[in-house]
Structure formats: structure tokens, C-alpha cells
């Protein structure tokens, strides 16, 4: 069912959705959370699909935010609300609401969404693309116990990354994380398999992918151990290899969807590393709506401490080393490290900026960009 509302307030659509509710014979509403995606009228498409398809999981209302401030300023001085409701087998399991703010109407999204969202239930704010600097500041961004950004679909994807971990708030988090899921399953467990410990690690990937930088910051910040950033062909990540003294640890994926498992002293083994779709990431993210700590330390760990390619890693040293996930590879005694770190810095000339941390075109953020 299908409802277009045109120059309209937010309470006649709240009307039309108790309209619309009994007319199907569903009065009582049965949905989880209120996801809010903040886009534009090229992208929005998409982003509702995966949206869609996620509520099959969570079933939720969705309000799909398209600014539409004018390019005249004749037309950036009206303030007009269209909306289309989507109820039944076009919107999933939940509700869907397609806003278009127009003229000078778009600068005040957060009073229009306001009175749409469901009572006592969370609130999770998406931005597919241009996500603002601080999401936890933003107007809507406030309304959420959930932000989710994309580094991916930045002009800089390395540098977006940066700014999410100087911004970062209790809440926030990025699809480029929720990317490398199953890469952290992967290495964690390989490492409950062999209890060693690790001295270095080299992540693989292709240049300007956020997801790989955020994997190579996991395993620096849990483990404690320098590691080195390649910069490779692709698809996404594409191989993660960990010194174990006595052998290398190494999760090889070439194609985008099998990988290869070597352990020393056990079978090599292939393993399902597919790269997901944008809705199966919202789906994941969707699951916990609780803060995630271990994507703040390795957001906040900082990307210019990691090695680029053609340089020489450095382990930094963090003043309150944490374990690893899999209780391995502890960090090494800090006092003569940290001696012998200020005088190898000294007299050795600062390494060369990272090639992957270059301005980049413009990423897709949808599965094409995941890991």
C-alpha cells in the first residue's frame, strides 16, 4: 500500500499511517527501533533497499530523509514537505516514510522527523554518503543511540577515518568496521588454535580501503605488536599474515571469497570470506545497539602509527596495553623498548608517508566497497 502526501505536515502523516494500519487490519504496531537514513535523491534508492532488506531481521519504521534545498533562491526560500508511506509487501516487515525536504524546509530535518518516531523505541540514524564531521553533534544525530557513517564512500577514505576517531562518541560506528567482522572471527579463533606469542603482523589490501587500515589498527592496539600496512590489487582485504617466532600465521584471501587458513604445525584449511552486502551489514549493526568498545580503541588508536608500504614498521607503545581477544600475544616489556625507541627515533630519519593514505576519488558505499 502506497500513500503520496504532498505539501503535507508530519501530523497528517502520522494520520495516514493509523489510516493505513487499519485498512490493512493491523492496528497494533510491532516494530523494534526507528532507522533514520539521511541522504540524497541519487543515492536513496539503494540505501532503502538494503534498508528494506534488513528489517526482514529487525522489523522497524524507516524514514528516509532526501534535502531537496533548491538551487534558485526562489526555490531555497519555499519550505514544502512531499511524503510517500509504504505499508504491506512494499515495505518489508515494518513501515517505510520517503521524506522530501524542499527549499528552506531542509534545514530543519530534526522537526520534521521528530514527531515520526516511534514511542519508546531506539533510534538509529544512518548516513549512506556525506555523513557530517561530528554525527554525534548533528540535529538528527542527537535523536540516536546508534550513528552509523561509512568511511568508504568519502572522497578520502583514510583521512574520514582520522576524523572518526578524533570525533568518536559513545554510539558512533562505521560500516567499514562492521566490514572486517568476520576477518576478527577468523584471526581471533586462529589464535585460541596456537597460543603463541606474536611479533609483528602484516595486513594486505587495496589502496584506499578504510577497512583494511581499521583491521591493521585492531590487531596494533590488541596486540601490541608493530603493524605493517600493504598497499595490493584487491578486491578489499586480501591477506593478513602474523609473525608466530616459529612460523607465520596467514588468513589469504585473493578472490573476495574464499580464503585460506595456515596455521604452523596444522592442515591449511579454506574458509568462506565472501564480501557482504550493504544489508547485511546494517542488518549486524542493527543487533547490538550498546556502544562498541573495541571500534573506539581502534579508531582512536590512530592511522599514522601504523607502517605503510615501503617503510619499516614501528611498534608504538600504548601506556596501558590491552590484552588480545584471544589471550595471546601479549606486549613486550616497556621499559627497555621505550629506551631504545627514543634513541632509534633520534637518529633515524622520519619514514615516508604512506601511499595509501593519499586523497582518493569518490567510493561506492555499497558492496563493491566492502572487505
Not at 107 to 134: G, I, N, Q
Not at 291 to 303: F, H, I, M, Q, S
Not at 346 to 363: E, L, N, T
Amino acid at each position: 500500500m502506497n500513500i503520496d502526501l504532498t505539501d503535507t505536515t508530519s501530523s497528517q502523516i502520522n494520520a495516514s499511517l493509523v489510516e493505513a494500519r487499519r485498512a490493512a487490519g493491523s492496528p497494533a504496531v510491532g516494530m523494534v527501533l526507528t532507522l533514520v537514513i539521511v541522504t540524497d535523491e541519487g543515492n536513496h534508492y539503494d540505501a532503502l533497499k538494503a534498508a528494506s532488506e534488513a528489517s526482514k531481521e529487525h522489523p522497524s519504521r524507516i524514514l528516509v530523509v532526501v534535502r531537496r534545498p533548491g538551487r534558485s533562491p526562489r526555490d531555497r526560500a519555499k519550505a514544502r514537505l512531499d511524503a510517500e508511506v509504504r505499508m504491506g509487501s512494499d515495505a518489508g516487515s515494518g513501515e517505510i516514510i520517503l521524506l522530501r525536504l524542499h527549499g528552506e524546509l531542509a534545514s530543519h530535518s530534526y522537526s520534521v522527523v521528530l514527531p515520526l518516531l516511534l514511542p519508546d523505541a531506539p533510534v538509529v540514524v544512518w548516513w549512506p554518503e556525506d555523513a557530517p564531521e561530528h554525527p554525534s553533534d548533528d540535529k538528527l544525530g542527537t535523536l540516536a543511540q546508534r550513528r552509523i557513517t561509512d568511511a568508504a564512500a568519502t572522497e578520502d577514505p583514510v583521512g574520514a577515518l582520522a576524523l572518526r576517531g578524533e570525533t568518536y562518541a559513545p554510539g558512533d560506528t562505521d560500516l567499514s568496521w562492521t566490514r572486517i567482522t568476520p576477518w576478527r572471527s577468523i584471526l581471533a579463533s586462529s589464535l585460541d588454535q596456537k597460543r603463541t606469542r606474536i611479533k609483528s603482523a602484516v595486513v594486505e589490501g587495496e589502496e584506499y580501503n578504510p577497512s583494511t587500515e581499521l583491521l591493521a589498527l585492531w590487531l596494533a592496539d590488541r596486540l601490541a605488536i608493530p603493524v605493517e600496512r600493504r598497499v595490493t590489487e584487491g578486491p578489499g582485504i586480501t591477506a593478513v599474515r602474523m609473525d608466530a617466532g616459529d612460523g607465520e600465521i596467514c588468513l589469504d584471501r585473493a578472490d573476495g571469497q574464499l580464503a585460506e587458513l595456515a596455521v604452523p604445525g596444522q592442515p591449511d584449511r579454506h574458509v568462506a570470506l565472501h564480501r557482504r552486502t550493504t544489508a547485511e551489514l546494517i542488518a549486524e549493526e542493527l543487533r547490538r545497539l550498546d556502544p562498541d568498545e573495541a571500534y573506539a580503541a581502534a579508531v582512536r588508536y590512530g592511522v599514522n602509527r601504523l607502517a605503510g608500504a615501503g617503510s619499516s614498521p614501528s611498534a608504538p607503545i600504548p601506556a596501558d596495553p590491552a590484552p588480545a581477544d584471544s589471550g595471546t600475544g601479549a606486549a613486550e616489556p616497556a621499559a627497555k623498548s621505550a629506551e631504545a625507541s627514543e634513541s632509534s627515533q633520534a637518529s633515524a630519519p622520519a619514514p615516508k608517508k604512506a601511499a595509501a593514505k593519499k586523497p582518493a576519488g569518490k567510493k561506492s558505499g555499497g558492496q563493491g566497497a566492502g572487505s
